[in-house]
């Protein structure tokens, strides 16, 4: 995902041979990704946050955990609930309709990536089966866009949920003598030094693939000129088991099918 912007056809031959060489524009080969910062535990407000510069790309990601109800569906587990938002300020391009389209689809890859009880235990989440649980509100904040924002978001919310502390809580069943009737009545610890950390080692991390130019050679974390560029591109989000949770097909283009085992 990329501003919109027009590039000249001399810059986009330089780029598509510059990816045929494997000698991109910054220096970087083909498969190499550029420097980033991570920062985790940096919004005091939340119970997990945290913060990647990837290049010129800038990620601000809270997580919130609050007692809710469980899905009707899966009443012994907890929920994520993902929303993604661009800052017009990261580029002019992100107003308007235009922008809560990408928002949509930013979104919904990462619900798809890690909202499943194979890549997460839900049910670790879960309070009291079928009337409370835990929902984690996950908001990604895209401060700067300079390529890449798939991979760069899904870091993102993986490190501000390794950095999620979960406060203990106590549940209680209240009787109500009038009508006997029973109720539950939680306690939410305030005491900062008791709470728990969520397993995250299932989670997945996302990779995009990016083909440029006519040849059968494809990108890793692509800037905004390269994605400019871009006939196709694949976004893998995949866990270190090696485990594939949601694949994304992007740009008008197509990959060779040969070519799909050894990206992947």
């Not at 290049?55 to 601000?60: K, Q, W």
């Not at 694949?234 to 485990?243: H, L, P, Q, T, Y």
């Not at 008008?252 to 050894?262: C, M």
Request: net charge negative; with cysteine.
């Amino acid at each position: 995902f990329g501003a919109m912007k027009k590039i000249s056809a001399k810059e986009k031959l330089f780029i598509e041979q510059g990816v045929e060489q494997n000698i991109r524009g910054d220096g970087r080969g083909r498969l190499d990704f550029r420097h980033f910062i991570l920062e985790t535990n940096i919004i005091s407000q939340t119970n997990g946050s945290a913060r990647l510069r990837l290049g010129n790309t800038d990620i601000l990601v809270g997580v919130k955990a609050e007692v809710g109800e469980p899905d009707v569906a899966h009443p012994d587990e907890g929920r994520f609930m993902f929303n993604v938002e661009c800052c017009p300020s990261a580029t002019p391009e992100y107003e308007g309709r235009g922008a809560e389209l990408l928002n949509v689809e930013l979104a919904r890859f990462l619900e798809k990536s890690m909202h499943t009880s194979q890549s997460f235990n839900l049910k670790s989440l879960s309070i009291s089966p079928g009337k409370l649980c835990w929902v984690l509100y996950i908001d990604a904040m895209v401060l700067d866009s300079g390529g890449n924002l798939n991979d760069a978001i899904a870091l993102a919310s993986l490190a501000a949920l390794h950095d999620t502390k979960i406060p203990s809580i106590k549940v209680d069943t209240v009787t109500d003598k009038s009508d006997s009737s029973e109720e539950l009545k939680i306690e939410v610890s305030d005491d900062p030094e008791d709470y728990r950390r969520l397993d995250i080692q299932g989670l997945p991390v996302c990779v995009s693939l990016t083909k440029i130019g006519d040849a059968n050679h494809f990108v890793v974390d692509t800037d905004i000129p390269e994605e400019m560029c871009l006939s196709a591109r694949i976004s893998i989000a995949i866990n270190r088991s090696g485990k594939v949770f949601a694949i994304q097909k992007g740009g008008s283009g197509g990959f060779d099918g040969a070519l799909l085992p050894g990206m992947m």
